[in-house]
DNA sequence: CAAAATTTGTCCGTATGTATC
DNA sequence: AGATACATACGGACAAATTTT
């Protein structure tokens, strides 16, 4: 069980393409830059690190996929956004390879879910003031009224949730809230999994909103518990379904 | 090689790399492929794909990053283990990055941590059992030995943390919580942030185990709290603090 | 508008290191 | 130890995208 830290049995060289990856993580952590700041370009990293095209190239496609450096075509390479742009990748991906054999990892992702939101009622509620009040009431009127019109609302549902962590002032919590959505709203589509009731989504909503204006705490975890109940009950009855469809060509 | 479709205006061509990225993870769910399986090396996805070995090197070098793959030296190319390695490097960084000015990354870190396992006191109090109780009172155990000693425990607490969350049967969870510990292991001796007391930590651990095998859900939420508190205290009274001394060359 | 300069993207050929049989 | 299969690394050439002149 030892955890991922170093593993050096023989010395064994080190790849060159690991070496680059690194001493490129040190330059941004040295020179103190900060996201969108440029990094020089492929061919005074070659001559500045002493090591091929191929292996800067490979390096930086690395930290690119980690968000720790953005490409630009033609124009030149910077500092990443530092997102959990990955984290969003590598578990849509893992949704999508155990879909066939049961929805466990999209359920796993919405109790997870509902343990931060719930977890954080408390502080939430203590953050909560009018400005919030008006904007979480005016998405969810904007939820019902397309939910009248039998429309969806993907953008105001995200919104909602980032709105609802955002006076926390903790980042993480913000960038996995959204990144865990994001899976959701990439995957579910794709399973087929027809979504809740909208009208439902939407008072569930309501709800939400309604119990942290009053300011109880017990109140706003039961509502966060209504509205993701539906969804894992969906996705349990699904479980074992398989869509031999899917993916097409 | 002139293109006889001229592309106009917004739909770009879409970059080499990238088709590939995508083809190669369309073939891990297309065929079912687990962790561990076998895929083609790279000449012979060169072949099927119709791409040079850069472009397939580079590929398959980001799906590597995201833990969809893995490549063996020599050996030859896998699917993954889908782990959260990502997140772990990813976080590892902008907790570095973000040090020079303040520890909030890292606060922010302990506190999703703190979220986690106190908005799961219930559940897991729920499936708290003997044979948990006695591996995590061994545990402890161990951690009081080597703290007497004035030694660390950071494999015993890691495992602590992975063990309480266990029984929940929730992969993202356990991973997650491995993941946020890893960073936090990584990076608060950079920071040379020097660790809270080893036996007021061994303690609150105890205190933990003590209030689960209670089912005493609160005082379990509490002991949580209790856990973390002195860590948040420390990093909170080291903001703006700067060691200028390292990295070291 | 057009050409040039800069920078990343792609391809090829070759040589080397590594693991397995 | 040798042979084979595979990934790693290098260098050069040209294509594509972007900005500047």
Not at 43 to 48: A, D, G, R, V
Not at 117 to 144: N, T
Not at 189 to 194: D, G, N, Q, T, V
């Amino acid at each position: 069980m030892a955890s991922n830290v170093p593993e050096q049995s023989p010395a064994r060289a080190p790849l060159r393409r690991q070496e680059v990856t690194e001493r490129i993580k040190s330059l941004i952590l040295q020179n103190r830059l900060a996201p969108g700041d440029p990094l020089p370009t492929e061919s005074e990293l070659c001559e500045t690190l002493g090591a091929s095209r191929s292996s800067v190239r490979e390096a930086v496609k690395v930290l690119s996929a980690l968000d720790i450096v953005e490409v630009r075509h033609g124009h030149g390479t910077y500092v990443g956004r530092l997102s959990l742009a990955a984290l969003v990748e590598g578990l849509t991906f893992r949704a999508m390879l155990s879909r066939h054999d049961d929805f466990a990892t999209l359920a796993e992702l919405v109790e997870v879910r509902q343990v931060l939101e719930r977890g954080l009622a408390a502080p939430i509620i203590g953050a909560f003031d009018d400005g919030q009040h008006r904007s979480l009431a005016a998405l969810v009127a904007e939820m019902e009224e397309l939910a009248e019109r039998g429309e969806t609302f993907v953008e105001q549902d995200r919104a909602f949730h980032l709105l609802l962590m955002g006076p926390l002032h903790n980042r993480l919590i913000t960038q996995l809230t959204g990144a865990f959505w994001d899976v959701h709203a990439i995957v579910v589509p794709m399973l087929e999994a027809s979504v809740a009731d909208a009208r439902e989504t939407a008072a569930a909503h309501r709800a939400i909103v309604e119990a942290a204006a009053r300011k109880d705490v017990p109140g706003f975890a039961d509502a966060i518990a209504a509205h993701y109940a539906p969804v894992l009950k969906h996705l349990n009855a699904k479980m074992g379904t398989v869509d031999p469809s899917w993916p097409p060509a």
